[in-house]
């Protein structure tokens, strides 16, 4: 086979490559919008949770759990897929002096590193694809929380680490025991919450629907800086496939030009020799 056809070959190869690689470019950055409007949503439904909660607060003040001999629990957030760079490898990194008692690795690529996160990890959890997995990956979230807050013979401190909006930025966010801006506040209401219900049984079913609230806010915004990075790295390698595409074309273009001045030169010989 000539160097020509071998190069023309080549590039098909590089072509075909980078019709994918920008198909799932495409796909991140459809995701990346879809889940602006999920956490814009989520955002708004988190922030009324937490002002019901901060002004209950202020006249049950008791209700506060916080136990300095708690155990640190830490939810690392990473990808559940390749090409986003150093995403998971920055996750590990923030947490590598951290004194936590364990973590709960969430994402397939991060599970596979479990060994190199230097605190326990007690439980992995599938990470997810797309903004409509979520709701079920932190029911299952939430069941492991459960079972660990279960066997753990004390109270325990939740904080999840994740990616957030800005570029590079990575985010630590206190879950549980919920609402530690409350000692922050110095405003009050001067009437109290009229509750159709005990003060404790009321602040532990909002405790309940700030978790699955919170959590789903900060899936949202991990997800979307993971797509931010995904797409960042592809439009990256696209764009190398580009360059790469162009050179062998000129390349090729040489080698065929060489090509067709040796065969007309076989020609004239074969002509002479007549």
């Known amino acids: 086979m000539s160097l020509s056809r071998e190069m023309q070959l080549h590039i098909t190869q590089l072509e075909e490559i980078r019709s994918i690689l920008n198909a799932m470019k495409n796909l991140a950055f459809m995701e990346i919008h879809k889940l602006q409007r999920f956490k814009t949503m989520q955002g708004q439904a988190v922030a009324n949770i937490e002002r019901a909660a901060l002004d209950f607060l202020d006249f049950y003040p008791g209700l506060e759990a916080n136990d300095g001999n708690a155990a640190q629990i830490c939810i690392l957030l990473g990808a559940e897929r390749g090409f986003c760079g150093d995403f998971n490898e920055s996750l590990i990194n923030a947490i590598a002096n ?9 994402g ?14 007690v439980a992995t959890l599938e990470g997810a694809n797309v903004a409509e997995e979520v709701p079920a990956i932190i029911n299952r979230l939430i069941d492991t929380i459960s079972a660990l807050h279960g ?8 904080t999840v680490i994740y990616h957030n909006d800005a570029p590079n930025q990575i985010s630590q966010q206190q879950v549980l025991p919920p609402f530690p801006q409350q000692q922050e506040r110095n405003v009050h209401f001067g009437n109290p919450p009229v509750l159709n219900m005990e003060p404790g049984e009321f602040f532990a079913d909002l405790v309940d ?6 959590l789903h806010e900060i899936f949202y ?12 790295h592809l439009e990256g390698a696209v764009n190398h496939l580009d360059d790469e595409t162009v050179k062998l074309q000129r390349k090729s273009q040489i080698y065929r030009q060489e090509e067709i001045t040796e065969e007309i030169e076989v020609i004239l010989l074969n002509a002479e020799n007549l």
């Open 98 to 106: 951290k004194a936590y008692t364990g973590v709960i690795a969430i």
């Open 221 to 232: 915004i991990s997800l979307m800086a993971e797509n931010h990075s995904r797409l960042q």
């Open 108 to 121: 397939s690529r991060l599970c596979n590193r479990q060994e190199d996160i230097a605190a326990e990890v």
């Open 209 to 214: 629907h700030y978790l699955f609230a919170a």
């Open 151 to 158: 066997k753990a013979a004390t109270a325990f401190q939740l």
